[in-house]
């Protein structure tokens, strides 16, 4: 159901409206009208007649007409009754302003329930409860005790906290910053974030969607929906707090390494969600998206009247990855035409400290013109001579004549260029106030427009053996066993089509060499216990055994010492297999996350993995597109690639590998973690090999 | 000479002193004018009887009376005579604001050099030429054409670009920060930064030492200088700029890893200097080692009237290493008894959000008096019933009642809280717009506390072969050659106590058979060249051999197959050598920065170093701590120390070869860059060995 009615209401009800000031039931009302809205206010309140020259209703029945929206700010107990007579009236769409519900404890959560199962039978979309209200500028609705109407613009706001959105209210109130929606979601009863996402992506007056979060509802329609939405609307998150889930022990590798932050920025990734850190970044991010074009490459040239600030921000430029534009032979010659002697004529462009607005409005024209240049940055110094105010005019004209290109302003200063700064914001080129931030907000914009840019997902199915592994994983779950053992997993593994090194148990040394002779030498050993994770930990893994004495030494000193070390393990005997001597170690991992699925990991392997903390994360199921930029991410990608004359690995093969194991995991809800550690990858034309590998299960 | 008559001279006189507004001359002779200059002013100017009200003089002679500081603004050309002039009627302080000398090319060099010697001769120190001017509020002296007076605070800056000096200004003054002296030093012919540093460092008025650099005139002496004086005041300083230092080739790795970046990053934290990004963190970072005290550890509390700006607090602390506190039983006793039962007692502390001053003041008073916290961060939302006035002044209050304890703010919002925004400035609690920049203002301060509180630093001496290492170097230097191979190289390293592996060169298969024989089996192969600089690059260097008949092979096969890779490369044999099999491969290196001196560096060794970049530097000479320091700030550290059951190395061991490196490049500056690489370094008891190690000197 659309939540149209939120925003653009024909009437609106208060229950609970106030005549006494300070209260919210006042706050709500007086901003309702105060804001222009031109529908029908109806105050609901038993005591009074009449509020701010508007007639009073006792209850919602008597007002005789359906209200489209209705607000509610009377005490938690009785909100359950008022959402009966919405039901009863047929209104579709009601703000529960009132605290009091979940975050109070079990009984607000029960009373929570209740009206959610009210509105459920009676087909009405809830805002809140615990929310500030809903704020449309353009329709000239402000239900809410937020703050005062902002102006129309083209940025939608959702906020979990409703403390930071009236923050944010007072904040644009101050700069002049537009919005075209503004929610508080509260404890997002009905309505979420996903709700409001797609209506925002849905709404016409919506260019760029924003909003604060603190958790997610529903991690994997999330991930879906947003990857569609951003590829028409940026949308920029905040999200603060470590939840409870990134605490939880984990027992692998890949587990250890990714914290719930770690999901979140998998997830972000997928969609294309560009991810604030302030609600100072988040309004530089949102100014730019709003009002420049997005550039078709991340070629910055930046014209400025001082030397200084020029290097500052050909420095943040680099360090942000952006590429500083060459410009073409014919825009130098141009520049030497319109600019004196002394200026810089290449990038950064110096107009010199005397320069006047026409200066500047030549050096940005020829600059812009430049098929080399996607961006340009213009810094000002008030000097001397300095013209803020005409030659802020002047960026804003030939902004306007190269509307495909995006143009930035840093004007340092304040007083000196204040004036300069209220005409660029008429003229929507956004400022900031260091050439840092100009930078950070340019580059937020080029990475989503690479992203946006990305080539279609397409996943590889491999042709497995399901079967096998469907029976391997029902076994452990019957038999209440969490943990598969090396053995299994590698049967699994087989079935997935990876390779695994031949071996066998040994129980007694005679038979630990008569396995080694059999596979040829040197071979590893591994002790053999379910309850032992960590081999090595214990002395439990021994490699290079070079020939049958050497093998039945280390059977029988394991024998001897591991016991000693851990009591209670049950020993089952030694593995002996075959040594792969050739070839990289890395780790293929995954980690279900509880709110976003599968977490695949890629790294360097064998102990150096937490060491190193050189790791990858993507959700699955991955593509052979993600699958190879998760191994170029790494450090690890340029020794794989060959370094100092050594020979590099299969890449292609190792990108399949990592495609495999997400097909494996996303076929299997049931396997929880997973990591193939080593992973013995070689050259070209040679089969990697799963050399260890361990995964648990848990009920889907 | 003491810079002291450039910010607090008895007269002045302006020579171009102008009656045109507009006019260089004239902004600054106003600026004196309207600054409150209480000592006499006189203009020169041969055509101008009077200016503003004040006699004109045709020259300084005229005067009849020595002006104490001299500010020049005529034309290049004509400033030698007047500097003359100043030398004659007896002037030591000169500003010479008038650009055109080594800014605009040789000619202009020549003339700067002209005006140093007559002052120099004439014993007349300079500020300047092509600067904005010196400005010292609180002897009401503008000297300048920067902006209007700011206030007098307790901040001393210099800046080497005079655009942004008056944008920082411009700044200050809209914000009411203020300074106690702000110099523009342009080309710096004379008086440059450390002047100025240990001119702030004397000074009474200043508390804080800030500026702006783009280069450093001499890096040893600053660094040496920087180092004493940020132990009594803190040096923020903002560097841009890469150098054209960093783009040279470097042929060891550790000269690849170590751009001139580096080299400014160790002389920072060698130095004890607050490295700043952007203006916008300088003024964040300066208002705080300003006004509050340094707090002794860094354990933060956040009071807060909002949940979600409250974790992003907690997120942001988490991030920047501070500790969050952990609140003494009897402060959340005494908080439950001053707040509400649905408030938040634990750090994060949640007074909600109708909270009132008092509120506010309650639970802050009872959290600065825990043992457990250094650092409060008081967050304010502006909420129906917040008084950010009054909760400004409760928190300024409050901040003055403990003086040990370091408070900040930050108040989310703009004209809802501009009130209290201006309380905490009068108040001198530093805030800030976001959790963030409070957060990282923060950091900064504990970090600066940290490193005043490092132990004194004591180089050990380590009884070595000096003699040796000189006559390598000075042969080498009397062939003209640069490169010093691996065994002479190895010489040198044993001369200062380091162990290398046994071995010899080999010219025929058949020695190379005899040689490995008498070292014993497995050995090392490398090919010997004085042309091969990275041996494995061309198949070059052959390990693990494991008899007589594989030595051979290798042998015949390099002599082979190397010189149709090089055929210009003399190749004189082939090293055998015993195979270290034991312990980690590190890396140990220097390399000799153009103005900090010998850079050393520590990273993991093998060929992996330039992939993974995991290394450390610090400029030499070392002491223990500083080695270990090293060591413990690589990811390697974790490995060294042992992970998975396998054995750690001997750290301490390891640290002494840093600091027995770090001696040889200190005592022969003719060592331009070396490598000992690897370093096999084993468990405690063992001897590191140098397995390889290559060198480069220049004549010092």
């Not at 290079?544 to 093998?551: A, I, M, Y």
Request: proline content about 5%; glycine content about 8%.
């Amino acid at each position: 159901m659309s939540l149209e009615k939120f925003f653009n209401p024909s009437s609106v009800a208060i229950v609970g409206a106030s005549a006494k000031k300070g209260k919210v039931g006042y706050e709500i009302l007086t901003n309702m009208i105060n804001s222009g809205y031109e529908g029908k206010i109806y105050p609901v309140n038993k005591k009074a007649e009449q509020i701010e020259g508007l007639k009073c209703y006792p209850d919602l029945k008597s007002i005789g007409k359906t209200p489209e929206l209705v607000v509610i700010i009377i005490p938690a107990a009785a909100v359950p009754a008022v959402m009966r007579e919405c039901v009863n009236v047929g209104t579709k769409s009601v703000i529960i302003i009132t605290a009091g519900f979940k975050e109070v404890g079990e009984k607000g959560r029960q009373l929570e329930q209740d009206i959610l199962q009210i509105a459920r039978q009676g087909g009405v979309r809830i805002i809140g409860p615990n929310c500030l209200g809903a704020i449309a500028p353009a329709n000239k609705v402000n239900a809410s005790f937020g703050g005062s109407m902002p102006e129309a613009g083209p940025t939608a706001y959702l906020s979990q906290s409703g403390a930071l959105l009236a923050a944010i209210l007072d904040m644009a109130n101050a700069h002049g910053i537009g919005f075209s929606k503004l929610v508080s979601i509260g404890n997002k009863a009905d309505v979420n974030e996903l709700d409001l996402l797609k209506s925002f992506a849905a709404d016409p007056e919506t260019k760029v969607i924003a909003g604060y979060l603190e958790n997610i509802t529903n991690g994997n329609s999330f991930v879906r929906e947003a990857e569609i939405i951003s590829k028409e609307k940026p949308i920029l998150l905040m999200k603060s707090g470590s939840t409870a889930a990134g605490a939880q022990a984990a027992s692998s590798h890949t587990g250890s390494l990714a914290g719930s932050e770690t999901a979140y920025e998998a997830m972000f990734t997928r969609a294309g969600i560009v991810r604030c850190d302030s609600i100072k970044h988040q309004f530089d991010f949102a100014q730019l998206f709003a009002y420049q074009p997005l550039p078709s490459d991340r070629r910055i040239a930046v014209v400025t009247n001082a030397g200084g600030p020029g290097i500052m921000a050909a420095d943040a430029a680099e360090d942000a990855g952006l590429k500083f534009a060459q410009l073409g032979d014919e825009t130098v010659d141009k520049l030497k035409e319109v600019l004196p002697a002394a200026a810089n004529f290449y990038n950064p462009i110096d107009v010199l400290g005397d320069a006047l607005s026409d200066r500047y409005e030549a050096a940005l024209k020829n600059v812009l013109a430049d098929d080399n240049v996607d961006i340009v940055l213009v810094l000002l110094t008030p000097q001397a001579m300095t013209e803020a105010e005409k030659t802020a005019e002047a960026i804003v004209r030939v902004s306007r004549e190269n509307p495909t290109k995006m143009v930035t302003a840093c004007f340092l200063g304040a007083d000196k260029v204040a004036d300069g700064l209220a005409v660029l914001e008429k003229g929507k080129v956004p400022h900031y106030d260091s050439p840092e931030s100009a930078v950070r907000a340019i580059r937020a914009v080029c990475d989503y427009v690479r992203w946006k840019a990305r080539p279609k997902r397409v996943v590889r199915l491999f042709p497995v053996n399901r079967r096998k592994v469907e029976n391997i994983i029902d076994r452990h779950l019957r038999q209440q066993s969490r943990e598969i053992g090396e053995t299994e997993s590698k049967e699994v593994l087989e079935a997935y089509g990876f390779v695994t090194p031949k071996g066998s148990i040994a129980n007694t040394a005679e038979q630990a060499g008569n396995i080694a002779s059999q596979l040829g030498y040197p071979v590893v050993m591994k002790i053999w216990s379910p309850d032992i994770i960590h081999k090595s930990d214990v002395g439990g893994v021994r490699v290079g055994l070079k020939n049958r004495r050497e093998v039945m030494d280390v059977f029988d000193l394991m024998m001897y010492r591991i016991p000693q070390k851990m009591p209670d393990a049950d020993i089952l005997g030694v593995l002996v297999q075959e040594m792969c001597t050739s070839g990289k170690e890395v780790i293929l991992g995954m980690h279900r996350d509880p709110q976003f699925g599968p977490l695949m990991m890629f790294g360097m392997g064998g102990t150096m993995v937490e060491v190193l903390q050189d790791v990858a994360f993507y959700l699955a199921p991955l593509t052979a597109d993600e699958a190879r930029q998760m191994l170029a991410s790494t450090k690890t990608y340029r020794m794989l690639r060959g370094v100092r004359g050594q020979e590099g690995v299969d890449i292609e093969v190792l990108a399949e590998g990592l495609q495999r194991l997400s097909q494996l995991v996303t076929e299997f809800p049931q396997i929880k973690e997973m990591d193939i550690n080593p992973y013995m990858i070689g050259p070209p034309g040679t089969t990697p090999i799963a050399v260890d590998a361990r995964m648990s299960v848990e009920k889907d």
